[in-house]
């Protein structure tokens, strides 16, 4: 008999506080920084007996009664409740889960999901939890294709390349990279075109960090480095103003024999004009008379700026009136643009990256010189250098 009624008090425990196990809500997240105080406590307080009568009544595990409010059971419960609702927020869309059940259905079925099937589900990923399913359904068609259909190889490299871009429109990063591994369990094939998604992304967002990713992933996986991935890569150093980054994987491309764009030198040399780096500048430039002919505004003024930094005005004229000689139209017209440039905020910029103890020699050189260039040109252009040898000149 005492056993039969000890059973039945435990029994209206339970049901009193039937709320906290229930079996539909998902797992418990780590408790939030408020709760954690709470939590130590009840996990350091020492253990009440509850006697036969308190069971009876229906006491919680804290040793409140049914009319009392226990704080760590509301929070408990609070939390819990919490946990559901962001689960329910993180659903995916109605259209990629329904083309994902079709799919499933069809693969249980042993059949064949059809292919349109497959891109409808990567236009309707509006989401990351979309792409969750994306990336659930891929390895279990790759199974299916091998075991049913005997097709051991990878899905096309066009479908691959639409998963980056579906990964990267919705910022599931992470789901993008997993294509660029070799021998995945996705049936993803690496390409270079893929990479170049990923650093694009890279490049709008500024984000230096998955730039290096993406490079590491590319020789891990022994993907051939190309002229339009140096192209992106020097880009993004550059306006990140990150010299070094720049630096290292220039050596890597040239190693490579990679053949640089235009677009890949203006931004080497710009960049190195910028910082007064005249060996890297002179380097590039070498490079890039090798394979092309005709400057651009951006190779040939960063010249024109290299010439200054050695104390050669005049050739730094004279490779202006070339560069103007040689371009046409809008081109000619940007000419004065970029010298306007050169004489009121190219000085402060590269002054920035000097030594402290060399800042007052080059502006002295460049008060000096940059009149008499802009001089021998002829053009019309305002030249205000009164400050730039003065300590707060060479600070702005």
Same mark, same amino acid.
């Given at each position: #008999?005492?056993?039969? @009624?000890?059973?039945?008090?435990?029994?209206?425990?339970?049901?009193?506080?039937?709320?906290?196990?229930?079996?539909?809500?998902?797992?418990?997240?780590?408790?939030?920084s408020d @709760?954690?105080?709470?939590?130590?406590?009840?996990?350091?307080?020492?253990?009440?007996k509850l006697s036969d009568s308190e069971v009876g009544n229906g006491r919680c595990i804290h040793g409140q009664s049914p009319r009392e409010k226990c704080s760590l059971c509301c929070m408990m419960a609070v939390r819990l409740y919490s946990t559901e609702a962001s689960g329910l927020e993180a659903s995916p869309t109605d259209a990629a889960k329904g083309v994902y059940d079709k799919m499933s259905e069809s693969i249980k079925a042993r059949t064949c999901p059809p292919n349109a099937l497959m891109w409808s589900l990567i236009e309707n990923c509006k989401k990351k939890e979309d792409i969750k399913l994306l990336f659930t359904i891929l390895p279990e068609l790759r199974i299916f294709r091998l075991s049913n259909l005997h097709i051991p190889s990878n899905f096309n490299n066009n479908l691959c390349l639409e998963i980056t871009k579906a990964c990267i429109?919705?910022?599931?990063?992470?789901? @993008?990279?997993?294509?660029?591994?070799?021998?995945?369990?996705?049936?993803?094939?690496?390409?270079?075109?893929?990479?170049?998604?990923?650093?694009?992304h890279a490049k709008e967002q500024n984000d230096t960090k998955l730039m290096v990713d993406? #490079?590491?992933?590319?020789?891990?996986?022994?993907?051939?480095?190309?002229?339009?991935?140096?192209?992106?890569?020097?880009?993004?150093?550059?306006?990140?103003?990150?010299?070094?980054?720049?630096?290292?994987?220039?050596?890597?491309?040239?190693?490579?024999?990679?053949?640089?764009?235009?677009?890949?030198?203006d931004s080497w040399m710009e960049f190195a004009a910028k910082r007064g780096d005249t060996k890297s500048l002179w380097e590039a430039e070498k490079l890039?008379?090798?394979?092309?002919?005709?400057?651009?505004?951006?190779?040939?003024?960063?010249?024109?700026?290299?010439?200054?930094?050695?104390?050669?005005?005049?050739?730094?004229?004279?490779?202006?009136?070339?560069l103007n000689q040689e371009l046409t139209g809008d081109k000619r017209a940007g000419v004065i643009i970029e010298l306007q440039k050169l004489v009121s905020e190219w000085p402060q910029e590269v002054l920035k990256y000097q030594?402290?103890?060399?800042?007052?020699?080059?502006?002295?050189?460049?008060?000096?010189?940059?009149?008499?260039?802009?001089?021998?040109?002829?053009?019309d252009v305002s030249v205000n250098l009164e400050n730039l040898d003065k300590e707060e000149g060479m600070r702005s």
């Open positions: #008999m005492q056993v039969a @009624a000890r059973s039945r008090g435990l029994a209206t425990v339970f049901r009193t506080h039937c709320f906290l196990i229930s079996t539909r809500l998902p797992a418990v997240e780590p408790p939030a @709760a954690v105080h709470n939590l130590r406590h009840y996990t350091n307080c020492p253990r009440q429109r919705v910022g599931a990063i992470d789901y @993008a990279k997993k294509g660029l591994i070799k021998h995945n369990i996705y049936g993803l094939s690496p390409s270079i075109p893929s990479a170049h998604q990923i650093l694009l993406i #490079m590491k992933l590319i020789k891990r996986n022994d993907l051939p480095l190309q002229p339009g991935t140096a192209d992106i890569v020097f880009s993004i150093c550059h306006i990140a103003d990150d010299w070094n980054l720049l630096s290292k994987y220039m050596k890597r491309f040239l190693r490579a024999g990679v053949k640089f764009r235009q677009t890949t030198f890039r008379s090798e394979s092309k002919r005709k400057h651009t505004l951006a190779s040939g003024f960063a010249c024109a700026k290299g010439l200054l930094l050695e104390h050669k005005p005049d050739d730094s004229a004279n490779a202006i009136q070339h030594k402290e103890e060399d800042r007052k020699a080059l502006a002295a050189v460049l008060k000096s010189d940059i009149p008499k260039m802009v001089s021998r040109l002829g053009m």
